[in-house]
């Protein structure tokens, strides 16, 4: 009888134990973003094809035109016509020379006058000081001569020297003035010349009309000078490890291709950013230079960083990454039933996967969409 009334107790004590022992047991790993059997039937899904081909990834890295030395020219009165033009475009110069020039007839005529005037004075101040120098010498072997009495009424060497002081400084007076309203004149014209100082290519010159005026009259910039043969393209990318000097890379800038090669940064006295930086600076060459690119222009060039040949790859969307670091793919079996199936994955091109094991051709893999 007591234990008929110890039962309950006893059943009680059995049910607790055995629920406990659930905890003991493995839990089944759940993986992210798997669909219930149920929604599977009734999603849609797009089908991706496991292909087998070549794969390449391939990035972005933005460049920058960086002229080594890049001249603008203007005039200082651009209402004025030009006169002459003696270099166009793609025409390569030296440091001084003359590109085009406005009307400067008034001018040179009076820096001639002036030159002229100049000469003459430097020739009369060299007549005073020689007839200085001669008569104080005179003077001088004068005085020596002379008796005491005599040399009471005698000019000295000084005195004679110092006679023509006032002269000579009206002369040198007349001549500062001289090299002041030459100085002016020489500014003058120069403001109507375009000379180069550099030596480099003509990129641009703008248009003028049948009588010499330009056609945009308030212009900051009539003519440009560029050293393109010296002129380089800058990326700054974490890919610079990707880059070989001396290897050709084509480049995109508005839809035209151009061709670039790689150059060795300590060559060119380029600049670099601190060792161990996560990006570096990186330089290319212009295989044929163009006298139309401008200083900034940018441009994109898209380098292959690494690459598969006869692999198996897959949309890399309907590739999930779990938590612990495993990937899978959703596949409908016979039934229609979805269900997960782990693969080894290798290169990520960004639109495609490479499937190292777990899928093979021609399996379809679902994309819910």
């Given amino acids: 009888m007591k234990l008929l009334h110890k039962w309950p107790v006893v059943i009680l004590l059995i049910l607790c134990v055995a629920l406990q ?29 496991v292909q087998r081909g070549d794969i390449s990834k391939v990035v972005v890295v933005n460049v920058q035109y960086l002229p080594v030395a890049n001249e603008d020219l203007s005039v200082a009165d651009t209402r004025l016509p030009f006169t002459e033009v003696l270099c166009g475009l793609g025409d390569q110069v030296e440091p001084g020379d003359l590109i085009a020039r406005q009307d400067c007839t008034a001018l040179e005529k009076e820096l001639d006058s002036l030159l002229t005037e100049q000469e003459h004075a430097q020739m009369e101040k060299a007549a005073l000081e020689e007839m200085r120098d001669l008569k104080a010498s005179q003077q001088a072997e004068l005085w020596a001569a002379a008796s005491y009495n005599d ?9 004679v020297y110092a006679s023509y002081t006032t002269q000579i ?8 003035i001289l090299e002041i309203r030459i100085a002016e004149c020489k500014d003058q014209i120069a403001g109507r010349e375009l000379r180069a100082s550099i030596k480099g290519t003509v990129t641009y010159f703008m248009s003028l009309d049948e009588k010499g005026y330009l056609t945009v009259s308030n212009a900051s910039t009539v003519a440009v000078v560029s050293d393109i043969f010296n002129s380089y393209f800058r990326a700054e990318t974490e890919y610079y490890s990707n880059f070989k000097t001396g290897e050709i890379y084509s480049i995109t800038i508005k839809s035209t291709d151009y061709e670039l090669e790689a150059v060795d940064t300590d060559a060119i006295g380029g600049d670099k950013k601190p060792a161990g930086s996560e990006k570096q600076y990186v330089y290319f060459r212009l295989v044929t230079p163009d006298i139309s690119m401008e200083s900034g222009t940018r441009g994109v060039i898209r380098l292959t960083t690494d690459s598969r040949e006869d692999v198996l790859y897959v949309a890399s969307n309907a590739v999930h990454e779990q938590s612990d670091g495993r990937h899978i793919v959703y596949c409908f079996d016979e039934n ?26 021609g399996d379809q893999v679902a994309v819910e969409s």
Wanted: hydrophobic share 30%.
């Fill in 21 to 49: 022992g659930c905890f003991f047991f493995p839990k089944e790993e759940t993986i992210k973003s798997l669909p219930s059997p149920g929604r599977a039937t009734e999603a849609s899904y797009e089908m991706k094809t």
């Fill in 336 to 361: 229609q039933i979805l269900y997960i199936r782990e693969i080894t994955v290798g290169l990520n091109t960004g639109s495609f996967i490479e499937i190292v094991d777990g899928l093979e051709e």
């Fill in 169 to 176: 400084r009206r002369v040198e007076d007349q001549l500062t």
């Fill in 151 to 159: 040399r009471q009424n005698m000019q000295t060497e000084d005195e």
